[in-house]
């Protein structure tokens, strides 16, 4: 009972607040709340980033031997440099196939 009261709770919420949108369409936020909205993208993306990266097996990997946080690091390395969003996917992924080739963690 409990779970099925927790699942329409959050159905409600998000339902509501997709809906507050529809029903109120000249409802505006105070400048300093839509400048903080903009960065809810980057946050949630690193919070489910961020621990796959770090945690592997629910223990700390931070060894050079880790793809998954070297080709983050050079991920983020080609965003910061080349500001293309496909050029950061396809050269963050081809780095980390070609660390886990090279480690012997993937067979081709």
Known sequence: M????LIFGMLAITFLTRYAFFAWPNLRFPRLVEQGLHYVPVAVLTAIVVP??????????????NAYLLAGVLAIAIAVLTRNLLATIAGGLLCFFLLRWAFGQLTL
């Open 52 to 65: 796959g990266m770090l945690l592997r097996e629910g223990e700390w990997a931070l060894h050079w031997r």
């Open 2 to 5: 409990n779970t099925w009261l």
